[in-house]
């Protein structure tokens, strides 16, 4: 996309959603809490989310160090930023994965696939949100996802600055901080508080399907990273949708969102699955980046959904 393209795009995006804060006052939220929550029949073993919250605790340790002190920044080959944080917390969280379960298999965002014989495997995203981390902006967050049979059955989202841990784990309630909590219901796609990265992140035809719904949302929002998620699932935004995303970016923020009784899916309304037929260390590129939506409630994802499928 040549920058006079994107420049227009980004007008049209700012240019919606200024007129959405014009009508701010002409509408009512009326969104209420959700009284009962989904989880699965079988429940996430305990010894996996002890270890979780060890990995998340041990990432948490290197990349506070780090944060908001003088960085250098190198580009990798998408362009994207990464730090010596990056590297150090996801090399510590899979030396605690190989000494506590040797066969299982970690995928992380840094050094890609370390494939085992086990269908269990760790997916780890050490920070989710470099460029938020780099600035100063304390919505980055560890990502720690454990994935079996391409099913991911617990997610954490963790900011070490604020302090806030969100854990989704299969047969439980999302907790905050060891404190249930639950989405909130929208009511209709035209009350939504929706949440993306950057609007920089759709392009194409995402971007026509991308802004098809943020002309029927209340008021779009921009820049929260994995943070946005756990907002989600706590009740204070309704709706994110994001595109050119990897498997690392999005794996842990399933069970976080389902947990607390919201949906999530891809812009089709298919489940997130981890392939690992394809995920080898020449094919973690960015023909696997996807589309993602995360919805407080059924109702308003079915219409988010319908938005994003509409054409001419």
């Known amino acids: 996309m040549s920058p006079s ?16 804060f014009r009508n701010l006052n002409a509408k009512k939220i009326g969104a209420t809490p959700k009284k009962t929550r989904t989880t699965s029949a079988s429940s996430c073993p305990q010894e996996y989310v002890d270890l979780a919250h060890d990995l998340a605790d041990t990432a948490g340790k290197i990349t506070s160090q780090y944060f908001r002190k003088p960085l250098d920044v190198e580009s990798k080959s998408d362009a994207s930023p990464v730090t010596i944080a990056d590297r150090a917390a996801e090399e510590a969280m899979r030396s605690v994965i190989n000494k506590r379960f040797p066969t299982h298999s970690v995928y992380g965002e840094e050094f890609g696939l370390d494939l085992r014989d086990s269908e269990s495997v760790w997916v780890l995203d050490p920070i989710d949100g470099t460029k938020s981390f780099i600035t100063g902006k304390p919505v980055f967050g560890t990502l720690v996802a454990f994935v079996e049979e391409g099913s991911p059955v617990l997610g954490v989202i963790d900011q070490p600055i604020t302090k806030e841990r969100w854990v989704g784990a299969a047969g439980r309630v999302t907790t905050l901080n060891n404190k249930e909590i639950s989405t909130r219901t929208c009511g209709s796609l035209t009350n939504a508080y929706m ?16 802004q098809r719904l943020a002309e029927q949302v209340r008021i779009p929002l921009y820049g929260c990273d994995c943070y946005a998620y756990g907002l989600l699932s706590s009740g204070f935004c309704d709706v994110v949708a994001e595109a050119d995303m990897k498997p690392y970016d999005y794996m842990a923020l399933v069970p976080v969102v389902q947990g607390a009784g919201g949906v999530m899916t891809d812009w089709q309304g298919n489940p997130l699955k981890l392939n690992t037929t394809i995920l080898t260390q020449q094919e973690c590129t960015s023909s696997l980046a996807g589309e993602v939506l995360a919805s407080g409630d059924a109702q308003t994802h079915a219409e988010a959904l319908q938005a994003l499928a509409w054409s001419n």
């Open 5 to 20: 393209v994107a420049q227009l795009s980004f007008n049209g995006i700012l240019a919606a959603s200024r007129s959405k």
């Open 195 to 210: 949440y993306s990265t950057t609007p920089l992140m759709f392009s194409g035809d995402s971007l026509e399907a991308y």
